[in-house]
């Protein structure tokens, strides 16, 4: 088989390690790729959202299946333009991809259906917006509608900090046509949990649960970043909320997705809260999160192939999808200074044991050399029986990973480890 997989990042790094283990498959495209996947795939110079050209290359190659692993080339409805073309596709058509791509329409999805989620408001006039901020419970959480690169939530612990993110979104425009809409959030407290989930629109499989850490520095301090590392499974994801979070929420999401004509098929992204009152929604993603990928794929014993065409083809439900009992934690290394700016360029090295268990994200090839290219370089997974060795693994093998200008939080997983005891 020849598969195509759209995106670039270590989440399709991890995707395309595992789709390579079926002996089926022949030959896999990754559109663009980057320096380190093409050690594992055919990188092509065709960006994700360059919906035209993926279709066309698409076509020409004879593409047997295909897997649209980011955020925009789904909402832009990549899925939609491949499948015209009798590509059979893993991931949402745009009219479901919707559930990430507008804050807008999953909370008001969720207030229909009953679906635990922070009480909200959502406003288009800014001047309606502000003064709606002189009353609110404080902190509040300001939100862009649209997708904003993963930087468009403030968690506001003023009123003036709301109010200037409010005017940031909808007045300077700082995430574009995202911010022309806000939706204006109760602040929620608990452990946070990412499950990612696969389903065919029928049924719902979860994978096993992360957790994922977002800050840039240790402790959970500094900016917000896409994720500087992960762990698996999340200690406080036990089986009793579990079953609650099927029962309350994964299923009663696929339901309402069906009952709005908007069947959701591919991966679903449950980012939660478990609040004192339940387990709420924090958000919705369409697609497998980064670097939440890079732990739950490795665990991952069934074949990936075989579930993705199960969820393309409605038949999830007669299909394993078995993860081991055991730990995965992987370590981000990203250029110093990100999320802001930071220096590229730098030539990466790695031992064969960390190429083996690297992911890469944002790097380039240069004359057979692998150079920094972008904020998260690499991810370095390690899988064990114990999250604490899983741990002491992810960083012992992570330092066989080397470039000018590295940075990696030394504390990955010590959250879950405390929880766990
Ligand atoms: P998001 O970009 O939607 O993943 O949000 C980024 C982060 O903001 C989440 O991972 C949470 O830590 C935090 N967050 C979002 N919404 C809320 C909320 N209603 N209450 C508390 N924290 C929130
Ligand atoms: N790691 C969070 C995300 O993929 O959105």
């Known amino acids: 088989m020849k598969l195509l997989v759209v995106g670039g990042g270590g989440r399709e790094h991890a995707i395309i390690r595992s789709l390579k283990k079926n002996p089926q498959v022949e030959t896999i495209y990754a559109l663009p790729g980057n320096g380190g996947i093409a050690a594992d795939a055919t990188c092509v110079p065709i960006g994700a959202t360059e919906i035209d050209k993926i279709v066309a290359f698409a076509v020409e190659n004879a593409i047997d299946y295909a897997v649209v692993a980011p955020d925009d080339p789904l909402v832009l409805g990549c899925v939609d333009a491949l499948e015209e073309k009798g590509i059979p596709c893993f991931g949402p058509r745009a009219n479901a991809a919707i559930i990430e791509g507008s804050k807008v329409f999953s909370k008001n999805l969720m207030h229909k259906y009953g679906i635990p989620t922070a009480e909200y408001a959502v406003f288009d006039q800014m001047d309606e917006a502000l003064s709606y901020l002189d009353t609110a419970p404080i902190p509040t959480v300001v939100k862009a509608d649209g997708l904003a690169l993963g930087k468009g939530v403030i968690i506001a612990e003023t009123r003036e900090a709301a109010k200037t993110a409010v005017r940031d979104m909808m007045e300077a425009g700082v995430f574009g046509k995202s911010g022309s809409r806000v939706v204006i959030e109760e602040f929620l407290t608990g452990p946070e949990v990412s499950v990612l989930a696969f389903t065919d629109g029928k049924v719902v499989k979860p994978m096993v649960s992360s957790m994922d850490h977002k800050r840039a520095g240790d402790n959970d301090t500094g900016l917000n970043t896409g994720g500087m590392g992960t762990v698996a499974p999340n200690?406080?994801?036990?089986?009793?909320?579990?079953?609650?979070?099927?029962?309350?929420?994964?299923?009663?999401?696929?339901?309402?997705?069906?009952?709005?004509?908007?069947?959701?098929?591919?991966?679903?992204?449950?980012?939660?809260?478990?609040?004192?009152?339940?387990?709420?929604?924090?958000?919705?993603?369409?697609?497998?999160?980064?670097?939440?990928?890079?732990?739950?794929?490795?665990?991952?014993?069934?074949?990936?192939?075989?579930?993705?065409?199960?969820?393309?083809?409605?038949?999830?439900?007669?299909t394993e999808a078995h993860f081991a009992d055991k730990h995965a934690c992987c370590v981000i290394l990203a250029s110093k200074g990100y999320p802001q700016s930071y220096q590229k360029g730098f030539p990466i090295t790695m031992t064969e044991e960390a190429a083996q268990h690297t992911y890469v994200a944002g790097a380039k090839l240069e004359?057979?050399?692998?150079?920094?290219?972008?904020?998260?370089?690499?991810?370095?997974?390690?899988?064990?029986?114990?999250?604490?060795?899983?741990?002491?693994?992810?960083?012992?093998?992570?330092?066989?990973?080397?470039f000018e200008n590295a940075y990696r939080r030394s504390d990955i997983g010590q959250r879950a480890l405390q929880a766990l005891k």
Not at 235 to 263: V, W
Not at 301 to 307: A, F, Y
Not at 378 to 397: F, H, K, N, P
Request: with cysteine.
């Open 367 to 402: 004359n057979g050399q692998l150079l920094t290219s972008g904020g998260r370089v690499t991810g370095t997974t390690a899988i064990a029986d114990t999250l604490e060795q899983a741990i002491r693994e992810a960083y012992r093998i992570s330092d066989g990973v080397r």
């Open 235 to 318: 200690p406080y994801y036990t089986p009793e909320i579990a079953e609650r979070c099927m029962k309350e929420i994964f299923l009663p999401t696929i339901a309402a997705m069906n009952a709005e004509g908007r069947t959701f098929r591919g991966c679903l992204y449950f980012g939660l809260m478990l609040t004192p009152n339940g387990p709420k929604v924090i958000e919705y993603n369409c697609r497998f999160g980064d670097p939440e990928t890079q732990v739950v794929l490795p665990l991952l014993e069934s074949d990936l192939l075989t579930i993705m065409r199960a969820c393309t083809n409605g038949t999830l439900a007669e």
